[in-house]
């Protein structure tokens, strides 16, 4: 007895055969390129236009911009991965601040953690890179930074080195052969959630996070 | 349209009027017959025309709709454009009788006969290019292009150019230029409450411009708007661009 | 009223066209998708290329559909993501259940997916004692009213604030009435919140399935998507066999296409691009991802190669943003589950002409949606060719129930037409008597009885155009 699989296939294989088909030129994805500094306001414009709050920075400077967001609104701890980089440079940065915020690590399964991700006020991850063309950030999760970090908290915190925007996705994906190695999730990020389900009305800060905050690190 | 290479002027053409017009606006069609002559064209009006088949194609009947399209491809031979004063009609040879023909003895000449196909407004400005002086009184006018014409002939551009030669003539634009006006040929029937709809939107977006007419170039729409306005004993009236441009550069 | 009834689309458009408030809603809503969508595009050249290329790439996958599905099928199993293949909406709903019942899920959130409307899969699961939970604000608004979107993208278009606070107000414990959309919001995503969290599974829809790496795309802003793709430990997703793509490099010229087209947005907040369930060192991702492959009359449709074109569709909502008739009648009126210009193509070739054989009529053909369509199906030329296989006229006749509208008065009529049009003599004698008697035809009659509601009769004129050509003395050659 044939199996659904075998019937749908085999259906789809006496069909028609099509006419001429038109060939696919790719040559309007590899138009769209701009300098670094454009790429930059590029991104800036795009994001801010969807609420998006981001902030030019520097490598040595990021961590007491983090603290000084998180102490504007109130939030006294701040969720990340288990990035040693990160952990380090911001365990480092905030030893000697009377009032910086608590690090939580998300360093266990989801399942031990799950109460406390969910909870968690506000959260910090890196990022691949980004897209100037879109207003994008990319954002592979991975066992550092789990996937949850960039979704539940109210607040995401994303850092983004200037020199890793590219162009346009199509662009980003070539160039960096993404088509040889996926992630189990790789995602486009590109502002806080919305929706314009009611009357068309755009509101901000449904099920993902109601703020996102992009930090560019020139330098 | 954009895209399309024009041939020069010609010294005939052939007009094939449409159904609609020589059953109920045959002014129209000796209106654009004269405006061709008026360019020192010679116009061949082959008596055993009737309709594109339209009609039957688009409901369902493709093998009716042949015949009598099959009967009009036999009319024109003579490698020199026919001119229609409808889009419609004009975008049903020119783009549907290649796949209507397919396969058929009469495809050759068929696909022939779509690329001599014009519109009137086309071939007026691109190939016989008119020079218009007015002589009419001030007006306001606004311009409703078929959908067809707009879509499937890519006309819209030169009616509307033909009517700014007109120095008093002014144009206001509907609203909503592009949307249709319900007639659809059989749609207006077949949907009629929808097509009422449509229409009654199309006649009010024609009187919020406060123009005197209607000017367009598609006689089914023409009906179709001039009667809703009729019926509610509208001050404003239409007329084909034919007829319009002929009255006032006489 | 919440969605018209009636046997006839006519029926249906009727009730619709009488409700002033639904009329307001949908001309305001489709106004503005169409001025945003407009400012997308707005350099023309750009917008002919891509479109150009997106409706390469999905002809392109069509061709090659059985090879891709396969190679899908082999990728994703290798990125640990179960294949199921399914040819009815039945098959496709008994092994969502048995794959929930494996796992004793009593609750499954779902985000947007018109393929799990098609299975009618929250009736479905609710009669087997499963609760699924829309968490898409549109949709979760819409299955608290208890009815269907009514627009693929923006379900809820039809209703306007006040309804949807009525409801809130009705559904929602612990509401406070307020009409703002805010905050309306705000309770929806409190609500919403918890249900994510103590969901069994997630359910999902796929827009694009990449073959080349057995990767699921998915195009949405409020977040819901991914938390139903990510938290609970169960994921299904659910698509039909026509949303294969070949390579991922194809993947970003449609979503340009798709989000520009449909809501006028450079792109959505998240793009969401799932290779399969929780890897050895991920923390968080559920532990198993399914995917079920739905036919349900897509075989039928691919078999000819004309009709294989309404497969290329990406569901970005354009044609009906842009449909006159859909503006004024709204999306329940289609009465399938997919409205508008694609549904009318849609609709017919998978649920039969016995049942829809009248809505490829419901157009007037003006061709709004083939000038937006992003990967340029040739909606007007299906319709036409569904208007004949309705007539029973096709000649190779494919679709389900060809020929249910067949009727002798129309073949007649067209017989009629025929003859007295493709004989000069003919139309020369009839052409005659219409200029000597067709006005004295009352008002009253059949069709001109339509048309005389808003409009004056039509009248014939005194000669044709025949018999003014002939006195003016034209060549006749």
């Known amino acids: 007895m044939s199996s659904a699989r075998d019937n749908i296939l085999a259906r789809l294989r006496k069909s028609d055969a099509d006419g001429d088909l038109p060939g696919s030129d790719f040559s309007v994805m590899k138009e769209k390129i701009w300098g670094a500094e454009e790429k930059v306001e590029r991104l800036i414009a795009m994001m801010s236009a969807v609420n998006t709050e981001l902030h030019k920075t520097t490598e040595a400077g990021w961590p007491d911009l983090v603290a000084e967001l998180l102490k504007k609104r109130e939030i006294d701890s701040l969720l990340i991965g288990t990035n040693n980089r990160l952990m380090d440079r911001l365990q480092g940065a905030w030893r000697d601040k009377g009032d910086a915020p608590d690090i939580r690590l998300y360093d266990r399964a989801y399942e031990d953690e799950r109460a406390e991700v969910f909870a968690a006020p506000a959260a910090l991850t890196t990022t691949r890179g980004g897209i100037a063309e879109t207003g994008s950030l990319i954002v592979w999760p991975d066992a550092a930074e789990p996937r949850l970090l960039s979704l539940a908290p109210p607040v995401h915190i994303a850092l983004l080195e200037a020199d890793r925007l590219h162009n346009t996705f199509w662009q980003a994906m070539t160039a960096e052969g993404w088509k040889d190695g996926l992630p189990t999730n790789a995602l486009l990020i590109s502002g806080p959630s919305k929706t314009a389900d009611i009357e068309q009305e755009l509101t901000y800060g449904v099920h993902g996070p109601k703020e996102l905050i992009v930090l560019i690190i020139e330098g | 349209m954009a895209g399309r290479a024009y041939p020069q002027k010609p010294d005939a053409v052939y007009f094939f009027g449409t159904c609609l017009v020589d059953l109920f606006y045959p002014e129209a069609g000796m209106a654009g017959i004269e405006l061709l002559e008026r360019e020192g064209i010679k116009v061949i009006f082959p008596q055993g025309q009737s309709c594109c088949g339209q009609p039957a194609f688009n409901s369902g009947h493709r093998d009716e ?116 006006c319900g007639f659809g040929g059989t749609f207006s029937v077949k949907q009629p409450e929808i097509s009422a709809a449509m229409v009654t939107d199309k006649t009010e977006d024609i009187e919020r411009t406060e123009a005197k007419k209607v000017v367009s170039g598609d006689c089914g729409c023409l009906m179709n708007i001039t009667g809703a306005l009729e019926k509610k004993n509208s001050a404003v009236s239409g007329q084909h661009i034919a007829q319009f441009i002929l009255e006032r550069t006489r | 009223m919440s969605a018209p009834s009636g046997e006839t689309f006519r029926e249906r458009a009727g009730v619709a066209l009488k409700d002033g408030e639904l009329r307001a809603n949908f001309r305001r809503a489709m106004d503005g998708l169409m001025g945003k969508r407009a400012a997308q595009f707005a350099d023309a050249d750009e917008w002919q290329r891509l479109r150009d290329l997106g409706e390469s790439i999905r002809r392109r996958a069509l061709s090659k559909l059985p090879d891709l599905l396969e190679q899908l099928e082999e990728n994703l199993t290798n990125n640990g993501i179960t294949v199921h293949w399914a040819e009815t909406v039945e098959d496709a709903n008994q092994i969502v259940l048995g794959i929930l019942r494996e796992k004793n899920a009593k609750t499954v959130v779902k985000g947007k997916s018109m393929v799990s409307e098609e299975m009618h899969l929250n009736d479905f699961l609710g009669r087997h004692g499963i609760r699924a939970l829309e968490a898409d604000l549109g949709e979760y608004i819409v299955q608290m009213a208890g009815e269907t979107p009514s627009h693929i993208i923006m379900p809820a278009i039809h209703k306007n604030r006040k309804q949807i606070a009525r409801l809130f107000k009705d559904r929602i414990d612990g509401f406070t009435y307020t009409e703002d959309a805010k905050e309306m919001t705000a309770a929806a995503r409190a609500e919403l919140r918890r249900e994510f969290y103590e969901a069994d599974a997630g359910l999902s829809g796929v827009n694009f399935a990449v073959a080349e790496t057995g990767t699921l795309c998915l195009v949405e802003n409020e977040g819901n998507g991914r938390m139903c793709t990510t938290v609970p430990p169960l994921h299904i997703a659910v698509t039909g066999i026509d949303k294969v793509v070949e390579k991922l490099e194809d993947v970003p010229p449609l979503f340009s296409l798709l989000t520009r087209s449909a809501t006028g947005q450079p792109v959505t907040t998240y793009f969401n691009m799932i290779s399969g369930p929780r890897s050895a060192t991920d923390r968080d991702g559920p532990e198993e991802v399914h995917l079920i492959l739905l036919d349900n009359g897509r075989t039928r449709i691919y078999a000819d190669a004309e009709t294989r074109r309404s497969l290329q569709c990406i569901r970005c909502g354009a044609c009906m943003n842009h449909c006159p008739v859909y503006t004024r009648v709204g999306g329940h009126a289609y009465g399938g589950i997919y409205p508008g210009p694609i549904g009318k193509i849609l609709t017919p070739q998978i649920d039969g002409i016995g049942q829809y054989g009248d809505l490829p009529s419901a157009s007037s053909l003006c061709n709004a949606c083939v000038e937006v369509c992003p990967v340029k199906i040739p909606i007007a030329q299906v319709l036409v060719r569904l208007r004949d296989e309705a007539a029973g006229h096709c000649s190779r006749p494919s679709v389900k129930e060809s020929g249910a509208k067949k009727s002798t008065v129309q073949d007649m009529v067209w017989s009629g037409w025929k003859w007295m049009h493709e004989n000069p003599g003919a139309y020369k004698f009839m052409s005659g008597v219409l200029t000597k008697t067709g006005n004295l035809t009352p008002a009253a009659a059949p069709l001109l009885k339509e048309w005389t509601s808003v409009r004056s009769k039509p009248k014939f004129a005194k000669k044709t155009l025949h018999q003014l050509a002939k006195e003016k003395g034209l060549a006749d050659e």
């Not at chain 2, 068929?110 to 519109?119: G, I, P, T």
């Not at chain 2, 002014?170 to 609203?175: A, D, G, K, N, T």
């Open chain 2, 65 to 180: 709709a042949r015949a009598v399209a099959a009967a009009q491809v036999k009319l024109f031979p003579k490698d020199i454009p026919v001119v229609l004063p409808s889009g419609s009609c004009a975008g049903m040879m020119r783009k549907h009788y290649p796949e209507l023909f397919e396969g058929h003895a009469l495809e050759e000449a068929a696909v022939n006969l779509s690329e001599r196909v014009f519109e009137l407004t086309e071939f007026l400005v691109h190939v016989a290019g008119v020079k218009l002086e007015d002589k009419g009184e001030p007006v306001r006018v606004t311009w409703h292009g078929s959908c067809h014409s707009q879509r499937e002939m890519g006309v819209l551009d030169e009616p509307k150019s033909l009517l700014k030669q007109l120095g008093n003539v002014e144009l206001v634009e509907l609203q909503r230029e592009k949307e249709c």
